[in-house]
């Protein structure tokens, strides 16, 4: 069984009504996603897409047995919608919006310590099990069912991870995003696959900025034994001019750590196969599963 | 976003961090008056534009007397700086910031940024301040100290005292800064600030703690909210052609090579600049057509490009999972009409209909090569621009 959503899965979608929160919707649902409900408020009571609409979070779980959410909820009001799902105590809320302001993201990760609830995103492209269901924008037809674990912080390189290896065919494919504060990281969706007896590969896509793929490579040369797969990855931005971003202090805090070489370095000492470009990371996780 | 070193002051100020009093002008004859106002023997003279080092370059003056002040405005003003932070451009003058020179007994060193590790506030401090962070790092990495806060934490009082006593302060002195502390980090916060770095905190002879130059940038996705912060942008600042693109939605930032980009996602945007770096060529530009690749929004980001004269030629990289590829192809064929296009364009399209696509771009009569990989793409397009 995939990891994050499975055949046992009931998802909503907050921020159903909106001409997101609908396309994408839409898209899921063709995709034969068990979409249960959606949360609009002051909407609540009416159908849309054929399916219940209901004001609250807490409403649509007492309704429908909803343990996941899809939140395609505008930037300003996002931070509030997760946490909705939060107090909700759902097992797994998908973040799709794009642009939350940090400090929110920040107040999000200190009120979510201690719950039992798993957030991916913001601003990721969703999580994707093939043949099974999806939350977020991730293509259906590019993925195939299989057994490589697809975890990336870009949504577009996600999509060229599943192309390249539909060879092998993929279990689960998990966007993280790319936001500077965020919910599940490389170490969150290495453990996932890692456990997940239909997982058999990874692919690992990261880049520039932060530190996820060094603590990723860190937990990978911690695989001991029997509990081991391989894994392939490439870090995007090597290309990039330094520090155009943030300026100055920025590239002090973690001492260097966060450029794609270096990545590159900490992920290639942890045995993982890492591709030049992103043209060859199929080719790097047929070669992984030879090893 | 960017602020200037004198917009960033008057926000402290606010929050109770002691600036020197100072006053910004546009043009040399107004330094009379803000002399006169300040009434001190010795003033600094400091160029605004959004780059450091602007001391080893000119930018920054110390002057005695009224005359000296006019002179040096009259200078400054209009003066292209090229500072080591501003890379192969210069930056034109516009303001000069006029202000209070102090006694300084002790330069330190105080920042607070978003730490992407911990997801937190992370506050930098250094006893040696008054130099470039980067090689105090490097050097002497001992002197750095640093407080992490947990995410959604405050800097509290006792963080205050803390850092106060590990830059070596005492007394009244150590007392102040931490007001000054504790004032930074308010406004770092009320004002949804991605850093904050006050470079040199001084310490006076007379033992008054002054922020004596401050650089601050600012959470984007939070402009909406912070609306006196979003009106201060500086738009002389900025790449023209990062401005029309900011005002289509288009992720764009110019480069110094010479193959125009345009990518759907970040990700794509800087994977596509690695491999044309792995096949030997460099990017004009990174550019992701954030949001829904659209004809409308495609063709935007064409034209754009194709209006920068250091792109010797252009390579489109979309991979969409829901859109028609034939509908790109032809926003990019009328955009080229439209531009007359004679640079090479290479096209890789992915999505639906993209049998469509391609032979609306083979057979457009314009220079377009469609290919189906991304590396046939980089492979091409490098050596197009190398045989041109």
């Known amino acids: 069984m995939a990891v994050l959503i499975t055949k046992e899965s009931k998802i909503i979608c907050q921020g159903f009504t909106g001409s997101q929160g609908t396309f994408h919707s839409e898209r899921a649902i063709e995709y034969n996603t ?9 909407k609540g009571g009416m159908k849309h897409l054929n399916i219940p609409v209901f004001n609250t979070v807490a409403e649509a779980k007492k309704k429908t047995g909803c343990n996941a959410s899809g939140v395609f909820v505008p930037p300003p009001f996002a931070a509030d919608a997760i946490l909705e799902g939060v107090e909700a105590e759902l097992d797994l809320i998908v973040c799709i919006t794009d642009g939350i302001p940090t400090s929110d993201m920040q107040r999000v990760r200190r009120e979510m310590k201690g719950s039992k609830t798993r957030l991916v995103g913001p601003n990721c492209p969703g999580v994707l099990t093939p043949g099974v269901g999806k939350i977020g924008i991730i293509p259906g ?10 975890v990336s912080r870009s949504g577009t390189l996600s999509y ?5 290896t539909s060879s092998l065919g993929q279990s689960t494919i998990i966007g993280i995003g790319g936001d500077p504060v965020n919910g599940t990281n490389f170490v ?29 490579a860190e937990f990978i040369k911690s695989w001991k034994g029997q509990f081991k797969k391989p894994v392939a990855g490439f870090v995007a931005g090597a290309a990039a001019p330094k520090g155009r971003k943030l300026g100055h202090a920025g590239a002090i805090v973690n001492s260097g750590a966060e450029t794609a070489d270096a990545k590159k370095e900490a992920l290639k000492s942890a045995g993982v196969i890492v591709a030049d470009t992103i ?13 | 976003m960017d602020i200037h070193e004198y917009q960033a002051k008057q926000l402290l100020a606010k929050f109770g961090v002691n600036i020197p009093a100072g006053e910004i002008i546009y043009q040399p004859h107004e330094a009379v008056t803000v002399t006169s106002w300040l009434n001190e023997e010795e003033v600094m003279v400091k160029a605004q534009v959004h780059a450091g080092g602007r001391g080893k370059s000119g930018g920054i003056k110390k002057c005695t007397g009224q005359e000296e002040v006019v002179e040096t405005v009259e200078k400054m003003i209009g003066m292209k700086l090229k500072t080591p932070q501003t890379g192969d451009k210069q930056k034109t003058v516009t303001r000069v910031y006029i202000e209070k020179a102090h006694n300084i007994q002790t330069e330190l060193y105080f920042c607070v940024l978003v730490d992407r590790e911990t997801g937190g506030n992370t506050i930098i401090t250094s006893k040696k301040g ?3 962070i980067e090689k105090v790092a490097e050097n002497d990495p001992d002197s750095i100290f640093k407080v992490k806060l947990s995410p959604g934490n405050k800097l509290l009082n006792h963080h205050a005292r803390t850092i106060s006593y590990e830059l070596g302060l005492k007394g009244a002195v150590a007392k102040k800064a931490q007001k000054n502390l504790i004032g930074i980090y308010n406004a770092f916060e009320k004002l949804d600030a991605a850093m904050i770095e006050i470079n040199p905190l001084a310490v006076t002879k007379e033992g008054e703690v002054v922020a004596l130059d401050c650089k601050a940038s600012f959470d984007d996705n939070a402009l909406y909210r912070q609306r006196q912060i979003a009106d201060m942008k500086d738009e002389n600042e900025y790449d023209p052609l990062e401005l029309e693109a900011a005002r289509h939605d288009l992720n764009y930032v110019k480069l110094d090579g010479n193959i125009g980009l345009m990518v759907n996602g970040a990700g794509l945007s800087m994977a596509t600049m690695d491999i044309i770096k792995f096949y030997g060529g460099e990017a004009a530009n990174f550019m992701d057509v954030a949001g829904a690749a659209t004809p409308q929004r495609v063709a935007a980001a064409f034209k754009l490009i194709y209006r920068d004269s250091d792109v010797k030629g252009i390579l489109i990289n979309i991979f969409g999972g829901m859109m ?3 509908d790109i192809a032809q926003g990019l064929v009328d955009a080229s009409k439209e531009v007359g296009l004679d640079k090479p364009l290479v096209v890789r399209l992915e999505g639906t209909n993209v049998e469509m696509g391609m032979d609306i771009l083979k057979n457009s009569g314009f220079p377009i090569t469609p290919v189906p990989t991304m590396e046939q793409a980089a492979k091409e397009i490098v050596e197009l621009v190398k045989k041109n």
Do not use: S, W, Y
């Open chain 1, 160 to 164: 060229e991870a599943a192309v390249q």
């Open chain 2, 324 to 326: 028609r590829c034939n």
């Open chain 1, 279 to 291: 043209t060859t990371i199929g080719e790097a996780m047929i070669k992984a599963m030879e090893i």
């Open chain 2, 130 to 132: 008054g130099m470039d």
């Open chain 1, 141 to 150: 037809h590019i993925c195939k069912p299989g057994r490589i674990g697809v």
């Open chain 1, 34 to 42: 068990n979409i249960v409900g959606g949360v609009t408020p002051d």
């Open chain 1, 188 to 216: 969150d969706a290495l453990e996932l696959f890692l456990k997940d007896d239909e997982t058999d590969g990874i692919v690992l896509i990261g880049e520039i900025g932060g530190t996820p793929e060094v603590e990723g």
